[in-house]
């Protein structure tokens, strides 16, 4: 085995997952490109996509769905983008393991989320939007605090072990009258 197909699956296992995926009934057109460079084991997805629902003279219809999630297991982050239900939509994203940028304009929905260790954030839209967004994940600086600040807005993104409720939901009732 040469250099070269040593490195490769090297610089997979480093990404761990570059996920997509697509379907629905109607005029569909995309195109794509997958850099995968074993020098700095990186991998780079630019996706276009440009689709329109119209039903089918056989016995399946399904409006659009298409998906695209980049994974980086070693550091335990993720970003996740997925257009549901689309009438129409037009997507251009760049899609790196720690960022994602997209422009996105669909009649459907979107979920958009990113998860680091501490850290998540999810956004959700359901109608007529035009999106621009970039989404990096970095190293954090973790900064000592003098008291443990409860987790104020909840996310339905659960982790196996952690409650989403708030922190005053969890306590014991109090004895107090």
């Known amino acids: 085995m040469d250099s070269a197909q040593q490195q490769t699956p090297r610089a997979w ?21 997958l850099n995968l460079e074993t020098k700095n084991k990186s991998i ?38 997925k257009i549901g239900d689309a009438v129409s939509m037009k997507d251009d994203t760049t899609a790196t393991k720690s960022s994602m940028a997209f422009e996105t304009s669909f ?8 998860r680091a260790t501490g850290t998540r954030i999810s956004e959700d839209y359901i109608g007529v939007f035009n999106l621009m967004e970039k989404i990096e994940i970095g190293k954090a600086v973790n900064v000592p ?33």
Do not use: M
């Not at 440009?50 to 980049?70: D, H, L, R």
């Not at 009649?107 to 990113?114: D, L, P, R, V």
């Not at 600040?149 to 009258?177: K, N, R």
């Open 44 to 81: 780079r997805l630019q996706k276009s996509t440009e689709a329109e629902y119209q039903p089918t003279t056989f016995n399946f219809s399904s409006k659009w769905v298409q998906g695209i999630c980049s994974k980086d297991k070693k550091a335990g982050t993720a970003i996740h983008k």
């Open 107 to 114: 009649n459907g929905s979107i979920h958009i989320s990113a």
């Open 145 to 177: 605090t003098a008291t443990p600040v409860p987790d104020w807005l909840p996310c339905p993104f659960p982790e196996p072990g952690v409650s989403t409720q708030p922190s005053d939901l969890q306590q014991s009732p109090s004895s107090d009258p």
């Open 13 to 33: 296992s480093y990404c761990h997952s570059c996920g997509r995926w697509h379907l629905g009934s109607g005029i569909y057109d995309s195109d794509e490109i």
